[in-house]
């Protein structure tokens, strides 16, 4: 691959470590230090998390390759990516000029950033991470809090969305992190290039994580409960409707109901629903049942995923879900409702130990399954399949390949 024509890389991403909710955070990570190796000047611009109102920006040299240009926002300031694209557009519109090529992590939710890059001669890539005028997902039992949101996310994006598909769809370069996203946006547009490319993951970086001594108190105390007979349930999702938290607390029920008291589950993460979250358990009597965390270190969530007995995944919507491929990596079996994202990875990669759950019904008799078994919780997993088709090396190359192309259509 010839890249001599690229040296300088753009990459606005939002949300990045520690600032971060979800996958999309750590595939930003990933992509910026996997260029920054292979000798790319890149520069992150992304948001940081502040207490009180602030106009501080903050830049830190990671590397000779890799600076990070942190803009303040209020942490209680929602939904994030709004306040940090009108603070990020002066900072990014000086930017653009001295970048070969512009990298927008799901940029079509940055309409006031679009409309500055738009004109400036240069390739932009925008990584997709999901459908944003999907159709609500009513089919499988869940919370009616949850099917509301996905009707107000609808709403409220499906107009800006749809026209920014239909009018820049091939002005930009969209890079789709799994084929069943494209095939749904293809279905509605007509899409002239692209990519595929699936989110990487640092397996390395999961291998560390493991030998370096745990730094919470939640770590040993999830260590000394189990010592003591008790099975441990884990959900690592941002706390949105769609993720679907709610419906852990009657599976909850159900699980102590069918004699298993033993049991524990943690919730880790962040986002606009914990405290709603935290009431409801409160409210339920669950609060010995149940640990609720804020955000984790990165490494910290690896390590308390290596403890756990069963990895629940009741989420309504994924594009690619980078907290699964983690799960399986460490051998942990997996329980999610039988949808395109759980398909799509399944059929990537076969022989993995995923339990799919066609209602909830089915999801609490799976997870009560795996509870009670007699198998110890770490399983034979297709590791070579998950390390040869997820890795962040391949990530990389792919996106290299992709921004060369782009250049050859600009």
Known sequence: MDNTRIRRIL???????PYMFG??????YHLSRGLSKKGLDV?????KLAQRLTTETHIENVDSKLRVIRISIPSFAYPHHEFFQLRARRIVSKLIRTHDIIHMNTGLYYPWLRRIIKYSN????VTIHGDPILDAIVSIK?????KVEMKLYNSLYMLESYLSLKKEINDLYP????????????RKFNIKHYSIIYNGIDFDFIDNALRIPPRTILYNLLRSARERGYKVMLYASRFYPRKNHIALLPLMHSVLKMGNSKVLLVLTSDGPLWRFIQKKIAKLNLLSRIILTSRLAYDEVLRITSLADVVVFPSLYEAHPISIVEALYLRKPVVAFNLPYVKELNESCKGLNIRFANSFSEFVEKTFELLTSEKPANIDNNNECLFNVFNVERMVES????????????
């Open 23 to 28: 996958g999309g955070a750590t595939f930003m």
């Open 399 to 410: 996106y290299l390949n992709t921004y060369n192309d782009a250049q050859g259509l600009n």
């Open 43 to 47: 520069t992150v611009v992304a948001l």
């Open 122 to 125: 240069r390739p932009v890539i």
């Open 142 to 146: 869940c919370s009616t809090l949850a």
């Open 175 to 186: 890079v789709f992190v799994s084929k069943s996203v494209y095939e749904t946006l293809s």
């Open 11 to 17: 990459l606005i991403a939002g949300e990045y470590p």
